[in-house]
């Protein structure tokens, strides 16, 4: 099993910094197949990125993705109010699928 | 578009069983892989199975927690694919998700409650 580990656990943060947010894998990711997800409280998750660097239709440019085999990063460049969230990260290149335990975004 | 419509969620006893149903469309439904995807209140997401396409045979993986007590299942006449769950424990209580892989890219459903209480 791919164990995921996110950091930090919570970054705090002003509207308008730049948010860096690390996924790392304990083993290489298939095909690169890790995504990137948004979630708000009482919300389904939002697809932000795929397969490592691809962003999902409608997602704004601030979003982006990059890394390969182990490591992953989702940079949000300038942060606007709505981006405060919780973020995960899934890889889905193997069974089991596995997900980050999440890193809380809030406001400085 | 591609749509996941999941439903058949609700209250069930300990013990009890319950089948959820994804209804597909906008996409080629034998080809792909499909993904069945819980989130308990308050906590993180765990996967729970795979389906295969059907270039696999539809075989299925599971997760450790639900191997002996979850199954998952397709039909292709309908394009819907199942999430058969006995044994249910209190645990279990979880939004849950079907998500289907196209050209690397996931796509979700809305998700549906289940909610196993006494």
């Known amino acids: 099993e791919i164990v995921l580990t996110q950091s930090p656990g919570t970054l705090s943060l002003s509207p308008g910094e730049r948010a860096t947010l690390s996924c790392r894998a304990s083993?290489?990711?298939?095909?690169?197949?890790l995504a990137w997800y948004q979630q708000k409280p009482g919300q389904a998750p939002r697809l932000l990125m795929y397969a490592a660097s691809g962003r999902a239709p409608g997602i704004p440019a601030r979003f982006s993705g990059s890394g390969s085999g182990t490591d992953f990063t989702l940079t949000i460049t300038r942060l606007e109010p709505e981006d405060f969230a919780v973020y995960y990260c899934?890889?889905?290149?193997?069974?089991?699928?596995?997900f980050g335990q999440g890193t809380k975004v809030d406001i400085k | 578009e591609v749509q996941l419509v999941e439903s058949g969620g609700g209250l069930v006893q300990p013990g009890g069983s319950l089948r959820l149903s994804c209804a597909t469309s906008g996409f080629a439904f034998s080809a792909h892989f499909m993904d069945w995807v819980r989130q308990a209140p308050g906590k993180g997401l765990e996967w729970v199975g795979r389906?295969?396409?059907?270039?696999?045979?539809?075989?299925?993986d599971y997760a450790a927690s639900v191997s002996d007590r979850f199954t998952i299942s397709r039909d292709e006449s309908n394009d819907s694919l199942y999430l058969q769950m006995n044994s249910l424990k209190t645990e279990d209580t979880a939004v849950y998700f079907c998500v289907v892989n196209i050209n690397g890219r996931p796509d979700w459903g809305q998700g549906t409650l289940v909610t196993v209480s006494s």
């Open positions: 899934q890889q889905y290149g193997s069974s089991p699928v596995t």
């Open positions: 389906s295969k396409n059907k270039a696999n045979t539809y075989n299925a």
């Open positions: 083993q290489s990711v298939s095909y690169n197949y």
